[in-house]
C-alpha cells in the first residue's frame, strides 16, 4: 500500500508561455518531488493548434500534449540541473482574448482518478473555479491549498470600473471558500481572503543564483562585475510598470540628465512605449523581451521596477540573485524583497530619482549564502510545506474529515451554509445562458470532440449538449 503523499498542481498556464503561473508550479512541482518522498502530478493546459498560435511565442506549437510535455521538461532541466521525477497530465483549456488568459473546459479535477485524489494544489484558484462545474474539490481532495499569485483587483481597476472590481471581488471571495482549505497570499498585494496566509512560496530558477555566484567572484577578484547602467524587462503593456516609469522618467529630465536606461519587453503597447520613449529628453532605448537569464543581462548594475500591479515580481527577485541593486516602490508586493540589502525602495517621485542615481554611483552589496538559500526554490519549497503544515503530516494520506456525528452544531451550520453556496455555484455554472452573462468562454461546459480526441479523453454521451 502506497504511503506516500499524492499532491496534484493545477495551473492555468504553461511553457512556452514565460508568464509566472506556466513557470512557478513547474519548478514547485520539481522541488517538491526532488527527495521522493511524495508523489507529485503537475496538470497543466492543453490548447489546440489554433489557439497555440495566439498564446505561444516565437511560433513555437505542438502536435501532442506529449510533445509539449519534452518542451516542458527539457525546459526546466536544462534550468534546474536535475531530472525531474514528476507526472504531467493535460486538461483541455481554450484561451480567452478578452481576459488574455486560458480557462478550462470540462470538469479538470477528474484528470486525477480518485485513488490518487489526496492533496490539490490550486495555483490560481479564483481563476481555476470561477466557472468550475463538477465534483467539488473539497469532497474529491482531502486537502485544497489555493495560491494566489495575480492582484486582479488592480487591473480590473485600471483597465473596467470599480463597479466589475468589487463583483470580482465577491465572486473570487466565493469560489476560493467553497473550493479551498487553505490560501496563501504570496503578498498583501492580493485581495484579503478569509483566513488566509501571507507568504511567499516562489523561489529564483537557480541559474540566476549561478550568475550571481559569479558576479560575487568577479569582486572579490577585484574585477569590475557591471559595466552596464539601469534597465527595466517586462511584459510590454503599461499595466507591468511601464506607464510609472515613463511618468516618472518625463517628470525628473532634469533631475536625472545623462542617466541611460534600457527597455526590453514584447506586448500589445509596445509600439506605444517606444513612442512615449522617443519623447524624453533622456536615452531611453526600447528593445524586444529577451529571456531575463541572457548574458546580455548580466553586466547590468541598476534594476528599476516601479510596477505596483505585482503580487511578487519574478523578475525583482531575479535581478536580486544576480547580485544587482533593485530600484522598486515601497508598496506590499515588494515587502519580501526588503530583507534584501541590494532592495532599495522608495515613496514618492523624489525618491526613486535620489535612489536611482545613488544606485549608478554606488556598487552592489554581496549576497550572503544565506540571502541565496532564501531567494531559492529549496526554501521555497520549506516555506510551502511549513505554512501548508504538510511537513507535520504522516507520509501517509491524510485522514477524511470526521462523520457529523462527532461535529459540533457550530461546525454543522457553517458546513450546511458551504455546501448549500457550493450548489448555488454549480447549478449557476451549469447553464450555458449564466456561464455566458459570467464571462465564460461559450461551449466551454464540456471539452468538444477535438480536444477529447487530442487528450484521449472519453467522449460521453450528449456530451457536448449545453443547458439554455
Not at 499595466?239 to 536625472?256: P, R
Not at 534594476?303 to 544576480?322: G, K, Q, R, W, Y
Not at 544587482?324 to 526613486?352: L, M, R
Request: charged share 25%; proline share 4%; hydrophobic share 35%.
Amino acid at each position: 500500500m502506497d504511503k506516500k503523499q499524492h499532491i496534484a498542481i493545477f495551473t492555468t498556464a504553461s511553457l512556452p508561455w514565460m508568464t509566472g503561473t506556466a513557470v512557478n508550479p513547474l519548478f514547485r512541482a520539481a522541488y517538491l518531488s526532488k527527495d521522493g518522498e511524495r508523489k507529485v502530478t503537475l496538470v497543466i493546459p492543453w490548447l489546440s493548434l489554433k489557439e497555440q498560435v495566439l498564446v505561444y511565442p516565437s511560433n513555437i506549437t505542438f502536435k501532442s500534449p506529449s510533445e509539449q510535455e519534452t518542451y516542458v521538461r527539457q525546459w526546466l532541466e536544462e534550468r534546474a540541473g536535475f531530472a525531474s521525477c514528476f507526472s504531467i497530465r493535460f486538461y483541455p483549456g481554450r484561451f480567452s482574448r478578452d481576459k488574455g488568459s486560458i480557462l478550462a473546459v470540462g470538469d479538470i479535477s477528474e484528470i486525477i482518478p480518485d485513488e490518487e485524489a489526496d492533496i490539490a494544489v490550486l495555483e490560481e484558484p479564483e481563476h481555476l473555479t470561477w466557472f468550475h462545474h463538477g465534483k467539488r474539490w473539497k469532497v474529491k481532495f482531502r486537502l485544497v491549498v489555493g495560491i494566489i499569485h495575480t492582484n486582479y483587483m488592480e487591473y480590473v481597476k485600471r483597465e473596467k470600473s470599480g463597479m466589475q472590481a468589487y463583483l470580482l471581488k465577491y465572486a473570487n471571495t466565493w469560489v476560493v471558500d467553497i473550493y479551498c482549505h487553505k490560501v496563501i497570499r504570496l503578498s498583501a498585494a492580493t485581495q484579503e481572503y478569509p483566513k488566509s496566509i501571507i507568504c511567499n512560496v516562489h523561489g529564483v530558477n537557480p541559474k540566476f543564483i549561478e550568475i550571481g555566484r559569479k558576479k560575487i567572484a568577479q569582486q572579490q577578484n577585484g574585477k569590475q562585475a557591471f559595466t552596464k547602467g539601469a534597465y527595466y524587462i517586462g511584459k510590454m503593456v503599461w499595466s507591468k510598470g511601464y506607464k510609472e516609469l515613463l511618468k516618472l522618467l518625463h517628470d525628473h529630465q532634469k533631475e536625472l540628465a545623462g542617466i541611460e536606461i534600457d527597455l526590453y519587453g514584447s506586448g500589445e503597447d509596445s509600439d506605444q512605449v517606444q513612442e512615449a520613449a522617443k519623447k524624453l529628453e533622456l536615452a531611453v532605448r526600447v528593445h524586444p523581451g529577451r529571456d531575463h537569464s541572457d548574458p546580455l543581462f548580466h553586466d547590468y548594475k541598476v534594476f528599476l521596477n516601479p510596477s505596483t500591479t505585482d503580487v511578487v515580481c519574478t523578475t525583482t527577485a531575479e535581478a536580486l540573485a544576480m547580485g544587482k541593486i533593485v530600484v522598486c516602490a515601497n508598496h506590499p508586493s515588494n515587502e519580501f524583497f526588503k530583507q534584501f540589502p541590494n532592495c532599495w525602495t522608495y515613496d514618492s517621485s523624489n525618491g526613486f530619482v535620489e535612489a536611482t542615481r545613488r544606485a549608478l554611483a554606488e556598487e552592489p552589496g554581496q549576497l550572503t549564502e544565506a540571502h541565496r538559500h532564501e531567494l531559492s526554490w529549496e526554501s521555497a519549497t520549506e516555506r510551502f510545506l511549513k505554512v501548508t503544515e504538510l511537513d507535520q503530516l504522516p507520509t501517509g494520506k491524510l485522514s477524511r474529515t470526521p462523520s457529523k456525528s462527532f461535529m459540533s452544531t457550530s461546525f454543522n451550520m457553517k458546513r450546511n451554509m458551504e455546501d448549500a453556496s457550493a450548489y448555488m455555484h454549480h447549478v449557476i455554472s451549469g447553464f450555458e445562458a449564466s456561464r455566458r452573462m459570467f464571462g465564460a468562454i461559450p461551449g466551454s461546459l464540456q471539452p468538444n470532440e477535438e480536444q477529447c480526441k487530442e487528450l484521449g479523453l472519453a467522449v460521453r454521451a450528449g456530451k457536448h449538449g449545453s443547458r439554455k
